[in-house]
C-alpha cells in the first residue's frame, strides 16, 4: 500500500487510478491538471457538505421540560476550526506541487476561488453561532448552578442520604 500523491489516501501499490480522488497515479498519464482540480473539487464538495452540517446543528435543540441547544457554541466552532485546517491541508497540497512543478494556473485559481469562499462560509457560520438566542434553560441554568454550588457546602453527604440525626439538623 502506498499513499496517494493528491488526496494522501492508502492505495495499492502499482494503482493506476486513486480510488478515493480518481487522480491519475504515475508518469502515464496526461490529465495533471484534471487530477489537481478533482482533488480540489473532490475537498471542496466535502468541506462544503461539512459547513452544512454545522449550519444544521445551530439551531438544532435537545430536551422536553429543559430545552437547551444540543450542540454548545464551543463545539459548533471547533467543528469550524476543523473546516480551517482542511483548507489549510489543501493550500500545504498545492504549495507541495508547485514545488515539484506540477500545479497549473488553472487549478491555483480554482482553490483561490473556492477557498474564498469556504472563508466566506466559515464567517457567517461563526456570526450565526454569536447570535443564537439562548434557550430559557441556557439563560437560567448558570444562575441555577451558582446557587446549588453555594448551597451544597452546608448540606452534609449524611443528610442527602438520610442518616444525618434529628440533633444534627436542628443545630
Known sequence: MVRCPYCKERIKD???RCKHCHSS???NSSGGDDDGIRYLQNGFSKIIAECDVIEDRIMKQTGIVFIKHQYSADQLLQATK???SCVDKMKSDLIEWESVNKLTHQTK???NKKAGEVYQRIESLHEMIEQREPTWWEKVSD???SILSKLLPFI???LINGKE???GIAA
Open 156 to 158: 452534609t453527604i449524611k
Open 82 to 84: 476543523r473546516i480551517d
Open 14 to 16: 502499482g494503482a493506476v
Open 165 to 167: 440525626s434529628q440533633k
Open 25 to 27: 497515479i504515475g508518469g
Open 143 to 145: 444562575i441555577f448552578l
Open 109 to 111: 485559481a480554482l482553490f
